[in-house]
């Protein structure tokens, strides 16, 4: 053997055993279990300070959080920040996906990263239409959610606090300019609201700076808060009429004359409009409003196929409550007259209360004890129970006109706030009471109330799955609630349940209206008319549901098809489980990942059936 030879090998075998010496050093790998665990919480804490990032930008969001970070300021509103944000998003978009790996996180983990994905990707397709969404409107627009969010939000324990409160007023002027300069840059370029949405913009704009300081006509809404507010606080009188003088100083230096901006912009913009009540005058608005819908269903479907939809299911739910006036405590015999049934339930004065204080009491009293009563049965349907409580109060005076007819706000993240059920006692006629029930069900318990106070609560889901919602699952979820009590015999007579009835079909109803007006090119007249024919809702109350859909693209539809796949979803559980189906456990599955796109749901569902069909 050559020296070369010999060397060579008295190497291979040193080199054989360094290594063998390092494997026998080197720390075992990972498993597949704790490279996953990793994963996931890495991919967890990723996605939570995301979520504190964004508030971190918002001074209104973490008031609405509780925190005083930044409570003197608010958000910027400008079109450059709306872009920023985006950008933002974008980028999170890319880390998301550059970071994380789907196949190495547990299927909670892996549900979280779908669903933060979804998420940024449904906003910057909305993004993409941000000259194209109505900046005012009568429900939402900025006018009138800054007041709630003052009123509500911007606690007062101490003078500092007071003190940033009247900063607030001092900085509305800021907040709401880029506002209107983004109204005006929409509307030269086409984009305005229907006529007859104007005049409500201005009758709230109207309302909120009247009264004390304005004039003497008695508090305006904001002056009534801040000093209802200071006069709580423990501290000098002196100092107190400092911090009035002061609030008043903002009131009328800096807030009217922003709101009286906003009339004059009014008046601009009602007069370059037209009556035409759909987006699809807008330029690109046949894509405009199929983005709507897509973000309020989750899916893809035609408007087309949404108006077929909701003809067929008006024709199902008329026959159903037709059906009901067959039962024999109920009083008519309608023989299979819609019509006759309709003007029964529109005129017969059973129905309505009269325009009187006392009885706008009594039905808060009614509502707040079908929800109490429903609250004692809900251990028969589910595992997990709310535990913030609710209220029934009146819409405010300053929003009678504008608001709609019932909606619900959440409890305070800290347990520190009751949720709300606001119900709008303007026009007594718009509440009939056969429907009294169903709408503190869907309102309140079992509806949103036990999804929104239930998520909000559950500690082991992500904070930007708590906060943020899918219209489809949400309202879908509450309209479904409306038949729950029914299982459980809460409703009290066939006029209550016909009422739940007459609500779904309402709900129905929208399908073809809201596609009606936005695609079909249906006119305003059209929407009351076929509402008129088809539905049992009173006409002051098809008047205010058909101005909420002309500045509400899309939203409208989510109920009916959020109900209708959540059916499907009982259904198909039902059949695969027989006499094994636990309605409690099929409320707990549908319900313990809050709101999720509807093609989630249906997968969450499916392999539920599979663990319970091993299980048993």
Same mark, same amino acid.
């Given at each position: 053997?050559?020296?070369?030879?010999?060397?060579?090998?008295?190497?291979?075998?040193?080199?054989?055993?360094?290594?063998?010496?390092?494997?026998?050093?080197?720390?075992?790998?990972?498993?597949?279990?704790?490279?996953?665990?990793?994963?996931?919480?890495?991919?967890?804490?990723?996605?939570?300070?995301?979520?504190?990032?964004?508030?971190?930008?918002?001074?209104?969001?973490?008031?609405?959080?509780?925190?005083?970070?930044?409570?003197?300021?608010?958000?910027?509103?400008?079109?450059?920040?709306?872009?920023?944000?985006?950008?933002?998003?974008?980028?999170?978009?890319?880390?998301?996906?550059?970071?994380?790996?789907?196949?190495?996180?547990?299927?909670?983990?892996?549900?979280?990263?779908?669903?933060?994905?979804?998420?940024?990707?449904?906003?910057?397709?909305?993004?993409?239409?941000?000259?194209?969404?109505?900046?005012?409107?009568?429900?939402?627009?900025?006018?009138?959610?800054?007041?709630?969010?003052?009123?509500?939000?911007?606690?007062?324990?101490?003078?500092?606090?007071?003190?940033?409160?009247?900063?607030?007023?001092?900085?509305?002027?800021?907040?709401?300019?880029?506002?209107?300069? #983004?109204?005006?840059?929409?509307?030269?370029?086409?984009?305005?609201?229907?006529?007859?949405?104007?005049?409500?913009?201005?009758?709230?704009?109207?309302?909120?700076?009247?009264?004390?300081?304005?004039?003497?006509?008695?508090?305006?809404?904001?002056?009534?808060?801040?000093?209802?507010?200071?006069?709580?606080?423990?501290?000098?009188?002196?100092?107190?009429?400092?911090?009035?003088?002061?609030?008043?100083?903002?009131?009328?230096?800096?807030?009217?004359?922003?709101?009286?901006?906003?009339?004059?912009?009014?008046?601009?913009?009602?007069?370059?409009?037209?009556?035409?009540?759909?987006?699809?005058?807008?330029?690109?608005?046949?894509?405009?409003?199929?983005?709507?819908?897509?973000?309020?269903?989750?899916?893809?479907?035609?408007?087309?196929?949404?108006?077929?939809?909701?003809?067929?299911?008006?024709?199902?739910?008329?026959?159903?409550?037709?059906?009901?006036?067959?039962?024999?405590?109920?009083?008519?015999?309608?023989?299979?007259?819609?019509?006759?049934?309709?003007?029964?339930?529109?005129?017969?004065?059973?129905?309505?209360?009269?325009?009187?204080?006392?009885?706008?009491?009594?039905?808060?009293?009614?509502?707040?004890?079908?929800?109490?009563?429903?609250?004692?049965?809900?251990?028969?349907?589910?595992?997990?129970?709310?535990?913030?409580?609710?209220?029934?109060?009146?819409?405010?005076?300053?929003?009678?006109?504008?608001?709609?007819?019932?909606?619900?706000?959440?409890?305070?993240?800290?347990?520190?706030?009751?949720?709300?059920?606001?119900?709008?006692?303007?026009?007594?006629?718009?509440?009939?009471?056969?429907?009294?029930?169903?709408?503190?069900?869907?309102?309140?318990?079992?509806?949103?109330?036990?999804?929104?106070?239930?998520?909000?609560?559950?500690?082991?889901?992500?904070?930007?799955?708590?906060?943020?919602?899918?219209?489809?699952?949400?309202?879908?979820?509450?309209?479904?609630?409306?038949?729950?009590?029914?299982?459980?015999?809460?409703?009290?007579?066939?006029?209550?349940?016909?009422?739940?009835?007459?609500?779904?079909?309402?709900?129905?109803?929208?399908?073809?209206?809201?596609?009606?007006?936005?695609?079909?090119?249906?006119?305003?007249?059209?929407?009351?008319?076929?509402?008129?024919?088809?539905?049992?809702?009173?006409?002051?109350?098809?008047? #205010?549901?058909?101005?909420?859909?002309?500045?509400?693209?899309?939203?409208?539809?989510?109920?009916?098809?959020?109900?209708?796949?959540?059916?499907?979803?009982?259904?198909?559980?039902?059949?695969?489980?027989?006499?094994?189906?636990?309605?409690?456990?099929?409320?707990?599955?549908?319900?313990?990942?809050?709101?999720?796109?509807?093609?989630?749901?249906?997968?969450?569902?499916?392999?539920?059936?599979?663990?319970?069909?091993?299980?048993?």
């Amino acid at each position: 053997m050559s020296i070369v030879n010999t060397f060579r090998q008295i190497t291979m075998w040193l080199f054989a055993i360094l290594m063998l010496s390092g494997c026998q050093n080197a720390k075992p790998e990972k498993d597949r279990s704790e490279i996953v665990k990793e994963h996931s919480e890495n991919l967890e804490k990723w996605l939570q300070a995301r979520f504190f990032d964004e508030i971190a930008q918002s001074p209104m969001t973490n008031s609405y959080f509780g925190k005083k970070t930044h409570y003197d300021r608010l958000d910027d509103s400008s079109l450059l920040a709306l872009n920023e944000k985006a950008a933002i998003m974008e980028s999170w978009q890319s880390e998301l996906k550059s970071k994380f790996d789907p196949d190495r996180l547990t299927p909670s983990a892996r549900l979280s990263y779908e669903l933060f994905d979804d998420l940024l990707e449904s906003r910057l397709d909305a993004q993409a239409f941000a000259s194209h969404n109505y900046i005012f409107d009568h429900i939402n627009g900025p006018h009138v959610t800054f007041v709630n969010f003052m009123k509500t939000y911007h606690t007062v324990g101490n003078s500092q606090d007071a003190m940033d409160y009247i900063a607030r007023l001092q900085a509305f002027p800021a907040y709401m300019e880029p506002l209107m300069d #983004r109204a005006e840059a929409q509307a030269q370029n086409g984009v305005t609201l229907p006529d007859f949405i104007y005049p409500y913009i201005r009758e709230d704009a109207v309302k909120i700076i009247s009264g004390h300081p304005f004039d003497q006509d008695g508090d305006s809404p904001l002056w009534k808060d801040i000093n209802d507010k200071i006069e709580t606080l423990d501290i000098r009188d002196a100092d107190k009429e400092d911090l009035r003088e002061a609030a008043q100083k903002a009131l009328i230096e800096s807030v009217a004359p922003t709101y009286n901006a906003l009339i004059d912009m009014t008046h601009r913009h009602e007069a370059m409009t037209t009556s035409d009540a759909g987006v699809w005058k807008h330029p690109v608005g046949e894509s405009y409003y199929r983005e709507r819908l897509r973000y309020h269903t989750t899916i893809e479907q035609t408007p087309d196929d949404i108006h077929a939809l909701g003809l067929s299911e008006v024709e199902r739910i008329q026959a159903e409550m037709l059906a009901i006036t067959e039962d024999a405590d109920f009083e008519k015999d309608f023989a299979g007259d819609f019509k006759a049934l309709v003007n029964f339930l529109r005129t017969d004065p059973q129905f309505t209360y009269e325009n009187k204080q006392e009885n706008r009491e009594a039905y808060i009293r009614r509502s707040q004890g079908a929800i109490d009563q429903m609250n004692a049965e809900l251990n028969r349907l589910f595992v997990q129970l709310p535990t913030a409580e609710i209220t029934v109060k009146a819409v405010e005076p300053y929003r009678e006109d504008s608001a709609m007819k019932a909606f619900y706000r959440g409890p305070g993240k800290n347990g520190d706030r009751p949720a709300v059920f606001y119900v709008n006692l303007k026009d007594m006629s718009a509440l009939p009471t056969y429907q009294l029930q169903a709408l503190a069900y869907h309102e309140g318990v079992p509806g949103h109330h036990l999804l929104v106070a239930g998520t909000i609560s559950t500690d082991d889901i992500p904070y930007f799955r708590r906060m943020n919602g899918h219209t489809v699952f949400i309202e879908g979820w509450s309209l479904y609630a409306e038949q729950l009590p029914l299982e459980v015999g809460l409703y009290e007579d066939p006029y209550q349940n016909m009422g739940r009835l007459s609500l779904e079909l309402f709900r129905a109803a929208r399908l073809a209206v809201d596609t009606g007006l936005h695609h079909k090119q249906w006119t305003r007249d059209d929407a009351v008319t076929y509402l008129m024919n088809n539905t049992t809702i009173p006409e002051a109350e098809i008047n #205010r549901e058909v101005d909420r859909y002309t500045v509400w693209p899309g939203q409208a539809t989510a109920y009916m098809i959020g109900l209708l796949k959540i059916r499907e979803l009982r259904a198909r559980s039902e059949m695969a489980l027989g006499d094994d189906f636990d309605i409690r456990q099929f409320h707990d599955a549908l319900l313990s990942n809050g709101s999720v796109p509807l093609d989630v749901l249906e997968q969450m569902i499916d392999t539920w059936i599979d663990d319970q069909i091993t299980k048993n």
